[in-house]
């Protein structure tokens, strides 16, 4: 598909995204926000793709689910994938993974090909010792520790003249995992 074609689907799941949001349907809102993100993300539209996913995140974390956490964060990956940021996108997908051998809710066929296709992709970028690596730290990691390594990636980007990344507390509450949501490990 085309970046216009991209455009075009976040704007009708956007028009979809209103009606949730009037009937308070959170379900549909967490849902919804993904399906933005993933096509803001083809569209080329970064700061769109942020703001879907951490409201997606925030909103499948409160409701517990679980499955919609791992698919989020392996839309957090290509994100991650898309600015070159192979160990970053690595990681999150083994935190995906860890997830989804939790809930023992492998990915779909077409899913599987396509994951397959970037952990490969990734461990050409990587090497394969450093994409091992990489996948190991993100099974080990928490789903919370993993939205703060995507908000890191963020920032990251949103300041390029500095390296260095607010800590999470200095972050403006939108952007902060409500206090109310645990840091426990996914597994």
Not at 38 to 46: N, P, Y
Not at 97 to 113: F, I, K, N, T, Y
Not at 151 to 164: G, I, L, V
Request: glycine content about 4%; proline content about 5%; charged content about 25%.
């Amino acid at each position: 598909m085309r970046q216009e074609d991209w455009r075009a689907a976040a704007l009708q799941f956007n028009k979809a995204l209103s009606g949730a949001r009037e009937r308070e349907d959170r379900e549909q809102i967490a849902c919804l926000s993904l399906s933005i993100a993933s096509a803001a993300v083809h569209a080329g539209e970064r700061p769109l793709t942020y703001m879907m996913l951490d409201e997606a995140f925030v909103e499948f974390r409160r409701l517990g689910m679980r499955l919609w956490l791992a698919k989020t964060l392996e839309c957090m990956a290509h994100v991650s994938e898309a600015f070159e940021e192979y160990g970053r996108a690595a990681t999150l997908l083994g935190v995906a993974e860890c997830l989804r051998d939790a809930l023992r809710s492998p990915p779909s066929s077409p899913e599987a090909v396509n994951l397959m296709k970037r952990l490969e992709a990734l461990k050409t970028q990587l090497g394969d010792e450093a994409a091992t690596v990489c996948l190991a730290i993100g099974k080990s990691m928490s789903v919370d520790e993993a939205f703060n390594l995507f908000q890191e990636q963020r920032y990251a980007r949103a300041s390029p003249r500095t390296s260095e990344v607010p800590p999470a507390t200095e972050w403006p509450e939108t952007q902060r995992i409500p206090s109310l949501i645990d840091s426990e490990s996914p597994a």
